[in-house]
T-cell receptor, first 114, second 114 residues
Framework: AQSVTQPDIHITVSEGASLELRCNYS??????LFWYVQSPGQGLQLLLK??????LVQGIKGFEAEFKRSQSSFNLRKPSVHWSDAAEYFC????????????FGDGTTLTVKP | GAVVSQHPSRVICKSGTSVKIECRSL??????MFWYRQFPKQSLMLMAT?????????EQGVEKDKFLINHASLTLSTLTVTSAHPEDSSFYIC??????????FGQGTRLTVV
């Protein structure tokens, strides 16, 4: 069975500071990995995804993530956080036979200080 | 890009009544649709997977008689919460996939049972 752990429940960063959100996954083969962002009361917006190839993935809104197989990690990064980045972030893993059937982590709430 | 529309975005119903939520893929044909449930401040939990023209596959612990899923066409899946009770109040999100690589999410439906 696949699983995802997001160790940080809540992170606070100052506007303009760098950000890293952690994600560890468990899956028996090469997984499909996703990062989503959710604003209160809204659906999910896909930030980026990893299927194969280059392990450093670029996404929207200036986000990037790095797949590290040896550490079973897929951490999300942004060099300079904007106040509008405050939201809930979810890491998800999908089976390579049906990536749409995703297992989500518990999420990390990002607060941005002015 | 691929657009998935959910309707309604918010619904309030009386205890004991049934409510139907629609999930439509607007610009692609979805062979598979997924239904998730999200409690406040929590992650998304997969409820069921539906393939067009066949019965839905429910996750363990999900009552199939309470949460009726129909995927009658390649662009429409519906979730009917039957005999709704206050504990069914939640945020329901659908996603739709055209293949095995990723699914696209709707904006969610906030169900409140009073």
């Amino acid at each position: 069975a696949q699983s995802v752990t997001q160790p940080d429940i809540h992170i606070t960063v100052s506007e303009g500071a760098s950000l890293e959100l952690r994600c560890n996954y468990s899956y028996g083969a090469t997984p499909y990995l996703f990062w989503y962002v959710q604003s209160p009361g809204q659906g999910l917006q896909l930030l980026l995804k990893y299927f194969s190839g280059d392990t450093l993935v670029q996404g929207i809104k200036g986000f990037e993530a790095e797949f590290k197989r040896s550490q079973s990690s897929f951490n999300l990064r942004k060099p300079s956080v904007h106040w509008s980045d405050a939201a809930e972030y979810f890491c998800a893993v999908g089976a390579n036979t049906n990536a749409g059937k995703s297992t989500f982590g518990d999420g990390t709430t990002l607060t941005v200080k002015p | 890009g691929a657009v998935v529309s959910q309707h309604p975005s918010r619904v309030i119903c009386k205890s004991g009544t049934s409510v139907k939520i629609e999930c439509r893929s607007l610009d692609f044909q979805a062979t598979t649709m997924f239904w998730y449930r999200q409690f406040p401040k929590q992650s998304l939990m997969l409820m069921a997977t539906s393939n067009e023209g066949s019965k839905a596959t429910y996750e363990q612990g999900v009552e199939k008689d309470k949460f009726l899923i129909n995927h009658a066409s390649l662009t429409l899946s519906t979730l009917t919460v039957t005999s709704a009770h206050p504990e069914d109040s939640s945020f329901y999100i659908c996603s739709a996939a055209t293949g095995y690589t990723e699914a696209f999410f709707g904006q969610g439906t906030r169900l409140t049972v009073v």
